[in-house]
């Protein structure tokens, strides 16, 4: 059993930065894929971004790429996703969540373990 614990939300103004981090607790954490996932209030939850178990491969949403960075650091167990150009419509719960498989994946139901989720809310 994977524990999930996501920290850095907050609120913060259009055009600014937040970093989120997520601790995992399992000490095998690289043989995970990492993702983070968002859900806007009223709205389904969506794929925002992977990482692959050595971190080498990352994968975003088109309405994040450019702006946001998945990172990983196995050693210390922590995924991160920094987040730029922040607009009001990234307003919503983000989710960390990890999946047991070898590629990184788009699909929530991919995902075996999730976190409680930290708000994110973009003023304008």
């Known amino acids: 059993q994977v524990q999930l614990v996501e920290s850095g939300g907050g609120l913060v103004q259009a055009g600014g930065s937040l970093r989120l981090s997520c601790a995992a607790s399992?000490?095998?954490?690289?043989?995970?894929?990492m993702g983070w996932f968002r859900q806007a209030p009223g709205k389904e939850r969506e794929f925002v971004a992977s990482?692959?178990?050595?971190?080498?491969?990352?994968y975003y949403a088109d309405s994040v790429k450019g702006r946001f960075t998945i990172s990983r650091d196995n050693a210390k167990n922590m995924v991160y996703l920094q987040m730029n150009s922040l607009k009001p419509e990234d307003t919503a719960v983000y989710y960390c969540?990890?999946?047991?498989?070898?590629?990184?994946?788009?699909?929530?139901?991919?995902?075996?373990?999730w976190g409680q989720g930290t708000q994110i809310t973009v003023s304008s």
């Open positions: 399992e000490r095998t954490f690289s043989i995970y894929v």
């Open positions: 969540a990890a999946a047991l498989r070898r590629a990184p994946t788009r699909g929530m139901d991919e995902y075996d373990y």
């Open positions: 990482i692959s178990r050595s971190g080498g491969s990352t």
